[in-house]
């Protein structure tokens, strides 16, 4: 039996590089496509060679030319954490909304399903606690945030507009925090800055007082709800992320503990629309999707951990 074919947009990315591994152990045929704006080709290369894989360079910005059969689109592409999208706020609007037209338009040209990824900033700094699929967000459209918060909902509603008048079949997966190795040592997020600086015997910076709450999903948890959600027949909009909720400072406190560093943690001021709560309501996915995540914080953060250290002394 032929294989079925996955495009995963942003594949050489954090998430999207395991989304790939997973698709082809599950006997998928996978064509990954990146720029390499924020993704690694180290994060792939292991897959080259391998007869269900192939890699493409190119920005999904232009034209996506696939010239074999697609039964599904996984759009991946996007810088993600702050850093990047503060340092490529262009690149960021413009892979949200012409990258989507493309994927979304390949998805049509084959009648293929099509699953993206937007986040759980599109609910910005929320008045509604936790956050549930059904709240519009606290979104500042002109602060510096604004380049991904709206071309995530721009995306979202590019997506249900192909759904309603196209009939493709649309499914939009709001992503909160996720973790794991193959994250960029200087990503930006915090996760991976408390453990660089953790383990550089470098203050842990907290921005703020270190009350606001983030929720903490490892990888492997969040890209078998992935797959849910591509398997599922759901449209409306899905969080996929973990229901636990930490302050910033306990998080930095757990991870001066996991690594035995000697660092301080340092405050310095907040930044412009950071938000103070995030923390997913995943009632929906329990429910329709039967998934929830299994991986406890300080599990996840002892994998995370051994992944940066070996990448410091490697």
């Known amino acids: 039996m032929d294989r079925k074919v996955v495009v995963v947009t942003g594949g050489a990315g954090f998430i999207g590089s395991y989304l790939c591994d997973r698709l082809i152990n599950e006997k998928f045929k996978v064509i990954c496509l990146d720029n390499f704006i924020t993704g690694s080709l180290d994060n792939v290369k292991h897959l080259f060679g391998n007869g269900s894989f192939r890699f493409i360079e190119h920005n999904v910005t232009k034209y996506i030319d696939i010239g074999e059969n697609v039964d599904y689109v996984l759009h991946f592409a996007s810088p993600a954490s702050p850093e990047d999208y503060l340092r490529f706020p262009i690149q960021t609007l413009k892979v ?7 994927a979304l338009g390949l998805a049509l040209k084959k009648r293929a ?73 200087k990503d930006g997020r915090v996760v991976p800055n408390f453990i660089y600086q953790a383990l550089h015997d470098k203050p842990l910076t907290i921005y703020g007082k270190g009350t606001q709450t983030r929720s903490f999903c490892y990888v492997d948890d969040l890209v078998a709800g992935i797959l849910k959600v591509m398997r599922s027949n759901i449209n409306d909009p899905i969080n996929l992320g973990n229901p636990h909720e ?63 250290a070996r990448l410091k002394y490697s």
Not at 96 to 102: A, K, W
Not at 121 to 129: F, M, Q, R, T
Not at 144 to 155: I, L, N
Request: proline letters at 6%; a positive charge; charged letters at 25%.
């Open 113 to 185: 399903r099509f699953i993206m990824a937007s986040t759980s900033e599109v609910y910005g700094d929320p008045l509604s606690h936790p956050q549930s699929e059904d709240y519009w967000g606290n979104v500042n459209p002109v602060g510096v945030r604004g380049c991904y918060d709206e071309s995530k909902r721009f995306a979202e509603a590019l997506a249900m507009a192909y759904h309603r008048v196209h009939k493709i079949d649309t499914k939009i997966i709001r992503i909160f925090n996720t973790y794991g190795p193959r994250m960029r040592m």
């Open 246 to 308: 930490f302050t910033i400072l306990q998080l930095a406190r757990l991870i001066v503990k996991l690594t035995g560093t000697k660092s301080k943690i340092v405050f310095k001021p907040l930044p412009q629309d950071d938000p103070r709560q995030r923390q997913p309501n995943i009632a929906k996915a329990k429910k329709i999707l039967k998934w929830e995540p299994k991986v406890e914080l300080e599990e996840g953060l002892k994998k995370t951990i051994e992944w940066f």
């Open 96 to 102: 949200g909304s012409l990258g989507t037209h493309n």
